[in-house]
């Protein structure tokens, strides 16, 4: 059993930048692909940033490239996500996720730990 807790979110002007932390506790966090993902109200959750348990690889989405950064840091047991560049329309809650030496970064039902999600809001 993995827990997952988000920090880091708040409310920014456009153009600033924000950097998200998801501490995990309780499994082998090495062991997991990490992922963030972000849900604007009404609209699906979609994934933002992943990074391989194992090469430390990285995916981003393509509204994402060049902006934002995941990072992860096993001895602390933390993925992180960067954001710059920082859009009204990344506005969400974003969420981040664990998936057992996973590679199906996309799919949100490929991740078996969820973290409950900080509120990002930018202010245009």
């Known amino acids: 059993q993995v827990q997952l807790v988000e920090s880091g979110g708040g409310l920014v002007q456009a153009g600033g930048s924000l950097r998200l932390s998801c501490a995990a506790s309780?499994?082998?966090?090495?062991?997991?692909?990490m992922g963030w993902f972000r849900q604007a109200p009404g609209k699906e959750r979609k994934v933002v940033a992943a990074?391989?348990?194992?090469?430390?690889?990285?995916y981003y989405a393509d509204s994402e490239k060049g902006r934002f950064i995941i990072s992860r840091d096993n001895a602390k047991k933390t993925v992180y996500l960067q954001m710059n560049s920082l859009k009204p329309e990344d506005t969400a809650v974003y969420y981040c996720?664990?998936?057992?030496?996973?590679?199906?970064?996309?799919?949100?039902?490929?991740?078996?730990?969820w973290g409950q999600g900080t509120q990002v809001t930018v202010s245009s």
């Open positions: 996720a664990a998936q057992w030496r996973g590679t199906r970064y996309v799919n949100p039902l490929a991740y078996e730990y």
């Open positions: 309780g499994g082998a966090f090495s062991m997991y692909s």
């Open positions: 990074i391989n348990w194992s090469s430390g690889s990285t």
